[in-house]
């Protein structure tokens, strides 16, 4: 049955064989991605299987069929066998390259984690530390093995971001997605420095979340440095100056938005058309050497404006900042303005301090000739003539002097509303009937300390000077009113200062004054009138008279429409002394009193002396303050009265010799002359009790009675 079985089916066998074992190479080939020499051996075999049983069918007798078949069909599934062993072997092998391949991927991803700059952390879903790389560390400052297990909000967060940490971890634990944050973060050093933070759910094969994996990068050096990229950047942007960049060749690529305001206020629509017309060479020059280009002035209408370059090698650009300087050139040429006059003053008060001395003898002589009876009518026509000479020279003088603020002051509270009153009276007749005269007093005008004398004579002073300037008649204005002066005037004129005071002014509506002319109207000598017509001391005796009482003066004129004079005078809180009337000279007497008269100047020492005598005085003398010590060690006990020069030669004033005397002796009288005021000496000692003086030049009655009253002072 068996046999008659298989040679009715040996057809269906070699085919089932054959295609069992196409079946098994066929698998072996789509699960095995490599080749293997087990799989190479199988195929062979089922090759020979096929080919022996493909011979047994076609040729081999029919007596051998059926061990051939046999052999044929084992040879198959040998093959077949062979075929699946090599598949098996190939997954083996192919299992084993991915183990390998994973081993690989999980080497290299632990490296990149411990190698990346950025912060890996993980942490389970209790919010502690399971994953801590090196950036972390270098970051928060602990290590991995002091990180590890603790509660990440507790170890690197500050206690007041807390809540605000904890709602972000909860939010991710929940599994709403990951979340990107910049936050405070504290170190282990206390330190607080800001992080940027990318965090992500942990999920496992379940699809729970079971922590948190966050990515960490420290933004404390960026945002400091983005801050003060963000500060320079805004240095030229709200600079109130104009800040300008300009390109290697010379083009204008950024201007700040006061450039423009500048161009405008110079009537101009760009900034392009204030600028330099040799711009592009500067910039080129400035690119080409490396040098900056400071201070290049330009005049835009009445206006300067200084330009400064530099350039910026590393962008091969040039950075301009512009100024207005207009008005600080008007406050320095102002200030030289003043330092010259200073100095002119200086050398005016030293030659009327020498021209003085010389009056003084000549005045005192002139008085000691006309005591006498022994002239002729033309002897004291002579003598008048001189006497009235002397007079004119000494009324100059004091105007240098006035101008020098060297002059003697003698300070008193006024109401400069009175002084005008009492002056304008006169001035009504010296103006002429030509010129109107009106006063516009202010009322309740705080009182000033000042020189009446000197005070009347800036009034006659400009008004006079304003007739002048009305040849053909005109009006003359004479006004006060109290002035509280800012910090913003005193910006635009140099010589004012903060504070309360009164403004004296004077305008008429003559000629006018020529603006070349302003700036040297109280220059000694310096006169707009014709020649012969003026001194060109009047102003400047005004100028003087107003910087002596600490105040200064403005000029306001327009050629054709007129001029105005303004006087500020520092106001006082004190009521103004009320005036009684003048107090009669007292009769001149002598005395017997000794008396050490220290001059340098040999011809007013031998008239004072001479003086001195004639009035019974016993008179010693010195001719500077160290002869004078001498002559004192000898007559100390004698001496009641020094009478000394205050600028003398060898290093001793007549202040520090009579303060030398008065160690020894406390009750000595001492009495001052000069032809300049006590500031010479170098401090502003005024009138005051105790202190007597006696200006240069003076003649012989005024020296008996300024030695008599100092005589009978009672200290």
């Known amino acids: ?83 699946l062993l090599a598949a098996w072997c190939a997954q083996k092998e192919e299992r084993r390259i991915a183990d390998e391949t994973v081993e690989e991927f999980e080497r290299k991803l632990t490296a990149h984690v411990q190698l990346t700059p950025l912060g890996v952390i993980e942490c389970n879903s209790k919010f502690q530390v399971t994953e801590w790389n090196a950036a972390a560390e270098k970051i ?29 971890c909860n939010a991710i634990i929940a599994g709403t997605g990951g979340t990107q944050s910049t936050n405070e973060n504290i170190t282990k050093d ?48 709200y600079n109130p100056n104009p800040v300008m960049e300009f390109s290697a060749h010379g083009q204008l690529v950024y201007f700040n938005e006061s450039a423009q305001q500048m161009a405008k206020s110079l009537g101009k629509e760009t900034v392009a058309e204030i600028l330099p017309e040799d711009t592009e060479m500067i910039v080129r020059e400035c690119i080409a050497t490396g040098d900056d280009k400071l201070k290049r002035e330009t ?12 350039p910026i090698a590393a962008i091969r650009s040039v950075h301009c900042y512009a100024s207005d300087v207009t008005d600080r ?23 009327a301090h ?13 008085e000691l000739i006309a005591g006498t009876e022994k002239l002729t009518q033309p002897g004291f026509e002579s003598l008048d003539q001189i006497r009235m000479a002397a007079e004119r020279a000494a009324k100059l003088t004091q105007q240098l002097l006035t101008f020098g603020r060297k002059q003697f002051m003698q300070v008193e509270l006024l109401d400069m509303n009175d002084v005008i009153n009492r002056v304008t009276q006169m001035l009504r007749r010296v103006l002429g009937e030509n010129v109107s005269l009106r006063c516009n007093l202010a009322t309740r005008l705080p009182a000033v300390e000042a020189d009446v004398t000197m005070m009347e004579q800036i009034i006659m002073n400009l008004s006079v000077n304003a007739r002048d300037a009305m040849p053909g008649g ?39 004054i020529e603006v070349d002319k302003l700036g040297k109207l109280f220059e000694p000598f310096f006169t707009t009138k014709e020649v012969g017509k003026g001194t060109g001391l009047g102003l400047a005796t005004v100028y003087g008279i107003v910087k002596q009482h600490q105040g200064w003066i403005e000029v306001e004129s327009e050629v054709g429409k007129g001029t105005v004079f303004k006087v500020y005078l520092p106001s006082s809180t004190k009521s103004p002394t009320s005036k009684n009337g003048k107090t009669a000279a007292p009769k001149v007497r002598g005395g017997s009193e000794t008396v050490l008269l220290v001059e340098d100047e040999v011809g007013v020492l031998s008239l004072a002396r001479g003086v001195l005598k004639s009035y019974g005085y016993n008179v010693l003398e010195a001719r500077t303050g160290v002869e004078a010590l001498r002559v004192w060690a000898q007559h100390d006990t004698r001496i009641d009265l020094l009478l ?15 303060k030398k005397l008065r160690l020894e002796k406390h009750d000595l009288k001492v009495l001052y002359s000069s032809g300049y005021s006590l500031e010479v000496a170098g401090q502003d000692f005024g009138l005051r009790e105790g202190m007597a003086f006696l200006k240069k030049p003076y003649q012989p009655q005024m020296l008996a009675q300024k030695v008599r009253e100092c005589l009978d002072l009672q200290v």
Request: net charge negative; charged share 20%.
């Open 644 to 658: 000394t020069d205050i600028v003398m030669p060898e290093g001793m004033s007549g202040l520090e010799l009579a």
């Open 299 to 310: 005049r835009i209408g009445s206006r300067t404006i200084s330009w400064s370059f530099f």
């Open 190 to 237: 206390g330190r607080i420095i800001k992080c940027n933070w990318f965090n992500t759910p942990i999920i496992n094969s379940r699809g729970e979340v079971v922590g948190t994996s966050s990515l960490c990068e420290d933004i404390t050096d960026r945002e400091r440095a983005a801050a003060e990229i963000e500060t320079l950047a805004a240095f030229p942007r």
């Open 354 to 366: 020498d021209f003085n001395n010389i009056l003084t003898i000549i005045q005192g002589h002139s």
């Open 1 to 83: 049955m068996l046999t008659d079985w298989l040679r009715s089916n040996i057809d269906y066998l070699l085919f089932a064989g054959v295609w069992t074992a196409l079946f098994a190479i066929k698998q072996a080939r789509l699960k095995c991605a490599a080749r293997t020499r087990q799989q190479d051996i199988g195929e062979w075999i089922v090759l020979i299987s096929l080919l022996v049983g493909g011979g047994v069918v076609a040729g081999f007798s029919a007596n051998h069929w059926i061990t051939m078949t046999v052999v044929s069909a084992l040879l198959l599934n040998v093959g077949a066998i062979s075929a």
């Open 140 to 168: 928060f400052g602990y290590t991995k093995e002091e990180a590890f297990g603790k509660p990440i909000i507790d170890l690197i967060v500050p206690e007041s971001a807390h809540e605000s940490v904890a709602d972000i």
């Open 329 to 351: 050139l008007n406050l320095e040429q102002q200030l030289r303005q003043s330092q010259k006059m200073q100095s002119v003053g200086q050398l005016a008060a030293g030659v």
């Open 474 to 512: 005109g009006s003359l204005i004479i006004g006060t009113v109290p002035v509280m002066v800012s910090r913003a005037y005193v910006s635009r004129n140099p010589e004012a200062r903060e504070g309360t005071f009164v403004c004296l002014s004077v305008a008429d509506n003559g000629t006018g």
